[in-house]
């Protein structure tokens, strides 16, 4: 069902954004929590280790337990609501480009529109579209996960409203380099890797004991997920460093903060003071979240475009 099939009833562009949609929100609700423990990780500048006595997060569960103590339940959900616009519209505007760009090439070209590697250049093509066009509010959302007790932004308003004045426009789109750098091999492979796993699993599993579709659905995006997010992994560190520039004064109960001038200055000033790790801080709730995430767009999506069809 993902991607342009000749062969098969296919959704409408529109049906494809209300699917997507409909993916990304359920998605976000389920998968918050990892995604405040990713972004507490990647902005600590201190080693995540309980050797180090200065570094406010050692783990996985004392960062829970210490979050839930100090900030309470709700914080893990810091940010849900420009979190929700953000996978919103980004499952609408990617799985639209996404159907759209399969089928233009399906009619202009040569390649089969179910070719992985057809897959692998639409999905990152449609994965640039949708950044592009959510990259403030994912900003926002950044900042919002970022934050500690007490909030510097209150609400959503107050935080555009501050950015904006304080910071100027262009502060709703940093890290908008490290982020398109990144996001079309993550979600080139993604879908790459998605393609791949669904042609496999078909291959394995006779046509007649097709009756699990939707688990299969999760499990293949769930791998293609995992296996993207690894490989990509360090850019999305440097985007979020970059996210939180001119935000240190709501970051200075957390640790240390650092200013970086740009991309490259970011990528050295974390190589020199945190060595090769500093770029996998935080990999393994992003993992979690990449699993569980990608699984359940990929599962949501499929899901609803059946109920579509």
């Known amino acids: 069902m993902v991607g342009y099939d000749p062969e098969a009833k296919c959704v409408s562009t529109v049906e494809a954004a209300a ?32 050797r180090n006595p200065t570094a406010k997060y ?37 799985f639209m480009a996404f159907e759209s760009l399969t089928e233009l090439v399906h009619n202009v070209t040569s390649y089969s529109a179910r070719g992985s590697f057809v897959h692998l250049v639409c999905g990152g093509l449609a994965a640039c579209t949708a950044t592009v066009a959510v990259q403030p509010v994912d900003t926002l959302r950044t900042r919002f996960a970022a934050q500690g007790e007490p909030k510097i932004y209150p609400n959503l308003r107050h935080a555009i409203v501050t950015m904006y004045q304080t910071e100027g426009p262009r502060t709703f789109y940093r890290g908008l380099t490290p982020t ?18 669904q042609q496999f699993s078909e291959w394995v599993i006779p046509a007649e004991g097709k ?9 293949c995006g769930s791998c293609a997920g995992i296996i993207s997010k690894t490989l990509t992994y360090p850019l999305d560190v440097v985007k979020k460093r970059l996210q939180v520039g001119g935000f240190e004064h709501g970051r200075a109960a957390f640790g240390q903060v650092r200013t970086y001038r740009g991309f490259l200055d970011c990528m050295r000033q974390i190589m020199r003071e945190e060595g090769s790790g500093g770029f996998f801080k935080g990999l393994s709730p992003s993992l979690l979240k ?20």
């Open 211 to 219: 009756k699990g579709g939707n688990i299969k659905n999760l499990v």
């Open 58 to 94: 050692h783990g996985i569960l004392q960062a829970v337990q210490r979050i839930f103590r100090e900030e309470g339940l709700g914080a893990f959900w810091k940010g849900h609501v420009p979190a929700q616009f953000l996978s919103v519209g980004y499952g609408a505007v990617q």
């Open 290 to 309: 990449a699993a569980l995430s990608t699984g359940l767009v990929f599962f949501w999506y499929e899901l609803f475009c059946s109920l579509l069809c």
């Open 19 to 50: 699917a997507g949609s409909a993916s990304g929100l359920v998605t976000r609700v389920l998968i918050s929590p990892l995604d405040v423990l990713k972004i507490r990780f990647q902005l600590q500048i201190e080693q995540l280790s309980s």
């Open 180 to 197: 398109l750098i990144a996001i079309f091999p993550y979600a080139g492979l993604q879908f790459f890797f998605y393609n791949i796993l």
